[in-house]
């Protein structure tokens, strides 16, 4: 084996090596540095990774050492800077149920009650398509991340349609729910497609085929939330009948049945290393839960009302939990303990996201404002004023220096640093 070249993945932070076999094929393998952080050692580090990595000879150790500076400067980028008010987009003419970016953060889309979803240019804030076609309220949408080359539309219609990001063409249109769908999700390597509906089942779909996979039976209401791993081989749903469920892909079977909460489940999401998911409540409590066992690691009280949304760092280090209440709470993963309390907003936090530095923390609250928060001090730093209903979508991009903010009013803002 040949070590052919040097590749960096920011968020979470990481060495990807590029290496040729006998055969000369090539492989990438990840070195992980979800630890890493600007007070590190850096000697310390460059030293450990070549002793245990055969592949790294000492002669790349001032390249190593050149690139792992680079991912610290990354994690230290847009500290200081205000957000301002970029663009309004009057977006459609009904209201909004959700927005995303890409991954590199030049496009986003948004759905609407109006049937449609639109692809927006984030510089310019021009509409580039509109995707028309559902018959009813387009209600979740993704772009194929890391890729950005395709999206996918869930509707209240019972169908899920896939799109060329570059022309608006339709690809397919996945058939076979038979109620609304709610939530969706492409895998990480963009060629499976996951659906879950109010009809209480989530589905697996070939991204190249159109074909179903496979259907994930067992849930006993509906699904609202659903989450792939790093890796794509499980995916856990959750749902109104208080569990979250742990699925092979590859079969379809259900591995662990996560059961404790006492009322429906709002949110779920894997960390990235997938050894533990995280679910969010209308018990008004978060669980940790251990993967390989399916068993519950931490049960994170405080909040007095439903916790609306749930989400981890990219490092998996730290959870952010969005309630009812108007208050978010930040934890530590492995401890349990809350660190933060991010009191401020005057109505439900329906969505809360890190950036991808980890160092903020973006809420969106039926009091018409979004919120920048510092993670460690849980101090707000911002109030993102201006919309004239309640915002309930609100997403970073992949460098975490523009936000997007979407509303009731039928309009998304565009919002940079």
């Known amino acids: 084996m040949k070590l052919k ?44 990774i070549v002793f245990e990595e055969p592949l790294i000879s000492e002669s790349k150790k001032p390249h ?32 909004l149920t959700n927005c995303a970016f890409n991954k590199s953060g030049d496009k986003f889309i948004t759905g609407s009650y109006d049937r449609t979803c639109k692809v927006w240019n984030t510089i310019t804030g021009d509409e580039l398509l509109t995707l028309e076609g559902h018959r009813n309220v387009v209600y979740a949408i993704a772009f194929n991340n890391p890729y950005g080359d395709k999206i996918i539309t869930g509707s209240f219609d019972k ?32 060629t499976m497609l996951a659906t879950g509906s109010m009809d209480n089942t989530a589905r697996l779909w070939d991204v190249e085929t159109g074909e179903s996979l496979h259907t994930l039976l067992s849930h006993e209401a ?26 092979d892909v590859r079969t379809g079977r ?62 998996g280090s730290k959870l952010v939990t969005a309630s009812a209440d108007g208050n978010s709470r930040v934890y530590n993963t492995m401890t349990g303990a809350c660190h933060a309390i991010l009191a401020g907003h005057e109505g439900e936090i329906s969505k809360v996201t890190f950036n991808p530095q980890g160092s903020r923390i973006l809420t969106a609250s039926s009091d018409k404002t979004a919120r920048v928060w510092e993670t460690e001090t849980g101090d707000c730093l911002q109030v993102l004023e201006g919309h004239t ?26 919002w940079k640093c």
């Not at 920011?10 to 992980?32: A, C, H, N």
Request: negative net charge; charged residues 25%.
């Open 254 to 315: 259900c591995v662990h049945s996560l059961a404790g909460h006492q009322g429906e489940i709002s949110s779920c999401q894997f960390n990235y290393a997938s050894d533990l998911c995280i679910s969010g409540s209308i018990d008004r409590t978060c669980k940790v839960w251990d993967i390989g066992s399916g068993t519950c690691v931490h049960t994170l009280r405080g909040h007095n009302d439903e916790i609306l949304d749930v989400s981890f760092n990219t490092t």
């Open 64 to 95: 190593l050492r050149k690139l792992i500076y680079k991912l610290i400067e990354k994690l230290e980028c847009n500290e200081a800077s205000d957000f301002f008010l970029f663009k309004i987009l009057r977006a459609h003419i009904l209201p």
């Open 5 to 48: 070249r040097f590749l960096l993945r920011y968020y979470p932070p990481g060495v990807i090596l590029e290496y040729e076999l006998r055969d000369k094929s090539r492989q990438m393998k990840e070195i992980d540095l979800l630890h890493l952080s600007p007070d590190v050692d850096i000697e310390v580090i460059v030293n450990q």
């Open 159 to 190: 169908t899920c349609k896939l799109w060329s990001a570059e022309t608006g063409q339709l690809y397919h249109t996945y058939r076979g729910h038979a109620t609304e769908i709610v939530c969706l999700s492409f895998n990480p390597h963009g």
């Open 389 to 414: 209903d309640e915002i309930f979508s609100c997403a970073f991009n992949y460098d975490g220096d523009t936000v997007i903010t979407g509303s009731k009013d039928n309009t998304c803002r565009i």
């Open 222 to 247: 509906e699904i609202v939330s659903l989450d792939f791993d790093t890796q794509g081989n499980k995916i856990i749903t959750g749902s109104f009948d208080n569990t979250v469920k742990v699925w």
